[in-house]
């Protein structure tokens, strides 16, 4: 089985035809739904949030079979993920792709379990200390992406269990937990 650094790839990754978009629908089905999947696992294996559409990427090119995907193909896997909400783009050139391997809700429920976990419910702690802070290290929040984060918080502050607060400058941004 072929790896990626430490990540195991699966076995059509070696097929070259997968690195084609291929015109019988039921065949490009499968091959969208496996690309989904791989996409979504490596992210989150290598705790990758964003992907450039025109920049490298390990996934979209074999150098053992001398095969890359082309934009198209690139597009149309990113795109499937955006329509199931596992991902968005980030602007409307479609050039860059926030991926979603939590959804947004899962995000704030692992904020939840975090809070909770480390006994944290009637806590202050910074945006960037849930980020990078002591109690993240090891966690899926340790470096999560400042974007997906923001966003879990505000629906958790939606929820009644936190409250946002601004600094003076993004690095100040506040939460108060009263879970």
Same mark, same amino acid.
């Given at each position: ?25 039921? *065949?490009?089905?499968?091959?969208? @739904?496996? %690309?989904? &999947?791989? #996409? /979504?696992? +490596? ?55 926030? *991926?979603?391997?939590?959804?947004? @809700?899962? %995000?704030? &429920?692992? #904020? /939840?379990? +975090? ?65």
């Amino acid at each position: 089985m072929q790896k990626l650094g430490d990540f195991k790839l699966p076995p059509f990754f070696n097929y070259p035809p997968y690195f084609t978009l291929q015109p019988v629908r039921d *065949i490009r089905e499968k091959q969208v @739904q496996l %690309w989904k &999947e791989l #996409i /979504l696992e +490596f992210c989150r294996f290598q705790k990758i949030f964003v992907i450039g559409l025109e920049e490298e990427f390990p996934l979209f090119s074999n150098p053992a079979i001398e095969r890359s995907l082309n934009h198209e193909a690139r597009e149309a896997f990113l795109s499937a993920l955006v329509s199931e909400g596992r991902a968005e783009w980030l602007d409307k050139g479609h050039r860059k792709c926030l *991926i979603l391997w939590h959804r947004i @809700q899962e %995000w704030a &429920e692992i #904020i /939840l379990n +975090f809070v909770k976990d480390n006994g944290l419910e009637d806590s202050v702690m910074t945006v960037e200390e849930i980020r990078t802070g002591t109690e993240s290290r090891g966690t899926e929040l340790q470096d999560i992406d400042r974007t997906i984060l923001v966003r879990a918080l505000k629906i958790l502050e939606q929820k009644g269990k936190l409250a946002l607060f601004k600094g003076s400058s993004a690095d100040d941004e506040g939460v108060k937990f009263s879970i």
